[in-house]
């Protein structure tokens, strides 16, 4: 593989990433106006909500199959169009079965596209054999901004969802087209790395091992307890508990996907000049810090610190879990990203309703201090995120075949 072919390939990764979270941000940003076209009762919404990261979980094991016979960057190339489509499909029906089929497709096709996205990133980072990892998820922030924004100008000018969506997917979808033409995985068709050593030589680290996956697997759920405590909760948490305004109640959550952004945009430096398990543990007690000032607030302003903390302590592990899960498992990485991912969904799923029951039946500050907890458990398994920085991407040692990007 040469250098011009990795940079090419790392870029329209990248591209892929922000196409992803422009589509994701639409749809959830969208969802009361989803709710609406469809006449979807409260009652009824918490189960076509469920339902999405659900059949994402399917979809990325059924990626974990398929990509024993076929490249990701092949379920890739497919798997994003058909997301822009089911979006599309949500803002054109009106019936509910129309919804229903529609966000189906957009869950399953959701999970063979995180999967297969962050199995080509971890194939490239190990092709360039430097963290890069944080960067392709700094793209994903970038375009959730961009889509939250396009959403909240179609909420802001009344547009119709077929009418918001349309012109996004009719730009989107040829640019993700053009874009897979560049995919390129890290590794060979015959398992190979670019300097021509065997992909799964040595080691266990070819076998997928449920038992040493499974730190990395808590750690992607602890991670996503705490960015969906932030998404769903956030703007009550700051209207109902610290007293703010309807208005200022809508900042925390941009505040948080800036700061989200911004740590991941420089995510791969701290990487690669500290190491992954330092970065890893600093992130993890500064986003533990978040939680515990939003939890004893007196105010608005000190709430909004507190989820700011957050956005810059959670941004670097969830793509850092994943680069973990390629370094642990090297001949089998593409295996142990598509199991690791459900575990995404599996937080997802829980957070919400986890803090939203301790708040009803206890407190919502104090409901703050269980994903507190939870991110703090990380700090017990920072271990699983070696190599340190002299064997990986930060001294002398780094196995590099070219200096590219």
């Not at 990701?72 to 499909?89: I, M």
């Not at 949500?90 to 919804?99: I, K, L, P, Q």
């Not at 040493?212 to 405590?229: K, R």
């Not at 104090?366 to 990380?378: D, F």
Request: positive net charge; aromatic residues 10%; glycine residues 14%.
């Amino acid at each position: 593989m040469t250098d011009a072919g990795l940079r090419h390939g790392r870029a329209s990764l990248g591209l892929s990433f922000g196409v992803q979270g422009v589509a994701f941000a639409l749809l959830v940003t969208r969802i009361p106006a989803i709710q609406d076209q469809y006449g979807i009762s409260d009652g009824l919404l918490p189960v076509f909500l469920a339902a999405v990261p659900i059949l994402a979980g399917v979809g990325s094991v059924a990626t974990g199959k398929v990509v024993a016979r076929v490249r990701p960057s092949v379920v890739l190339r497919w798997a994003q169009p058909l997301v822009l489509l089911a979006l599309l499909g949500v803002g054109a029906g009106r019936e509910m079965w129309h919804v229903a089929v529609a966000l189906g497709v957009f869950g399953l096709a959701v999970g063979a596209l995180d999967a297969s996205m962050n199995m080509l990133g971890v194939s490239l980072q190990r092709a360039y054999a430097r963290s890069i990892m944080t960067g392709f998820h700094a793209a994903y922030s970038l375009g959730g901004i961009a889509g939250a924004s396009l959403a909240w100008a179609g909420a802001r000018w009344e547009l119709s969802l077929l009418a918001s969506y349309l012109p996004v997917v009719a730009v989107l979808l040829p640019v993700a087209l053009i874009g897979s033409r560049w995919y390129t995985e890290g590794k060979g068709a015959e398992g190979k790395r670019p300097d021509g050593t065997e992909a799964g030589a040595g080691g266990a680290g070819g076998a997928l091992s449920f038992k040493l996956l499974l730190p990395l697997c808590l750690i992607m759920t602890f991670a996503y307890i705490g960015d969906s405590t932030v998404s769903n909760w956030s703007a009550k948490y700051l209207q109902d508990v610290l007293g703010s305004s309807e208005q200022l109640a809508t900042v925390p959550y941009n505040v948080y996907m800036v700061t989200t952004l911004l740590g991941r945009a420089v995510g791969d430096l701290g990487v690669r000049r500290f190491g992954a398990v330092a970065v890893v543990r600093g992130g993890s007690l500064l986003a533990a810090g978040g939680f515990a000032v939003v939890a004893v607030a007196p105010g608005a302003w000190v709430g909004m610190l507190g989820f700011t903390m957050l956005g810059f302590g959670l941004c670097a592990i969830v793509p850092q879990t994943f680069a973990a899960a390629g370094r642990m498992f090297p001949g089998n990485s593409d295996a142990a990203v598509a199991r690791l991912n459900i575990f995404n969904y599996v937080g997802f799923l829980v957070g919400s309703p986890l803090v939203g029951a301790l708040g009803d039946a206890w407190s919502y500050r104090g409901a703050m201090l269980v994903p507190m907890v939870l991110v703090l458990a990380t700090l017990v398994y920072a271990r699983a995120f070696g190599p340190e920085p002299a064997r990986y991407g930060g001294g002398h040692e780094r196995p590099r075949t070219a200096d590219v990007g």
